[in-house]
């Protein structure tokens, strides 16, 4: 089983739909969790750390469920903008964090006018 | 923007050569760990400097080394390269621990021939 696991899409949404994506992680023992987005032959940059609690951050929000061990986040109103792969995000914990990031392959997602 | 540079931004190779990629980390971060993106993968952890050395590794050969020096910058060293060495190469800084968020610089592109 892979360590993060997202469906890769991909996504073809209309502009202003919501769209919801998942992703599962394996170790139970993670510590933090994160969406980062990616744009076409850029570097990833955070979108957006993920609370037991749950969190938003204007259209979008992000929900984590450590029983079923599942990431998820909503983008409502989605703009043309919002183009973009999304990365689920993963900090083991292991060794205060030594161990490094661990991602998922993304979800591709294209907003069309 | 991350504050977080890389060079150079694009690099060709041929197999069995050695490449070095260089990173300055964002200002206050003492933490640069590494990664490598296969094109339509995630980030891979390669490795993590703290303090100026090695302190957590991913899956990757022992000819995959680095060093950070005492202003944070760091280095990542590649002998013997092989065509799956292809990949964007990213680099990241973040304070140290496992919640702390890593910031990305915008990657070195290495093509292998």
């Known amino acids: 089983r892979k360590e993060v696991e997202q469906d890769p899409g991909p996504f073809n949404v209309p502009e202003g739909a919501t769209v919801a994506f998942n992703c599962t992680y394996s170790?139970?023992?993670?510590?933090?969790f994160f969406w980062y987005r990616q744009d076409c032959r850029k570097e990833p940059k955070l979108l957006m750390s993920?609370?037991?609690s749950g969190n938003e951050d204007g259209r979008f929000t992000a929900q984590l469920n450590r029983a079923s061990q599942y990431i998820s986040l909503l983008i409502r109103d989605s703009k043309l903008s919002d183009s973009a792969t999304y990365l689920c995000?993963?900090?083991?914990?292991?060794?205060?964090?030594?161990?490094?990031?661990?991602f998922g392959k993304g979800t591709h997602l294209i907003i069309q006018p | 923007e991350t504050g977080v540079t890389q060079s150079p931004t694009h690099l060709i190779k041929t197999r069995g050569q050695q490449v070095t990629l260089r990173c300055s980390s964002q200002s206050g971060h003492n933490t640069v760990s590494w990664y490598q993106q296969a094109l339509g993968q995630g980030p891979q952890f390669i490795f993590q400097?703290?303090?100026?050395?090695?302190?957590g590794r991913g899956n990757f050969p022992p000819r995959f080394s680095g060093l950070q020096f005492p202003n944070y910058s760091s280095e990542l060293n590649v002998n013997a390269l092989e065509l799956d060495d292809s990949a964007l190469y990213l680099c990241?800084?973040?304070?140290?621990?496992?919640?702390?968020?890593?910031?990305f610089g915008p990657g070195t592109r290495l093509l292998v021939l």
């Open positions: 995000v993963v900090n083991k914990g292991e060794r205060g964090g030594a161990d490094g990031l661990t």
């Open positions: 993920v609370y037991s």
């Open positions: 400097y703290y303090r100026e050395e090695e302190n």
């Open positions: 170790n139970s023992a993670s510590q933090s």
């Open positions: 990241a800084s973040s304070a140290v621990g496992a919640r702390k968020t890593q910031y």
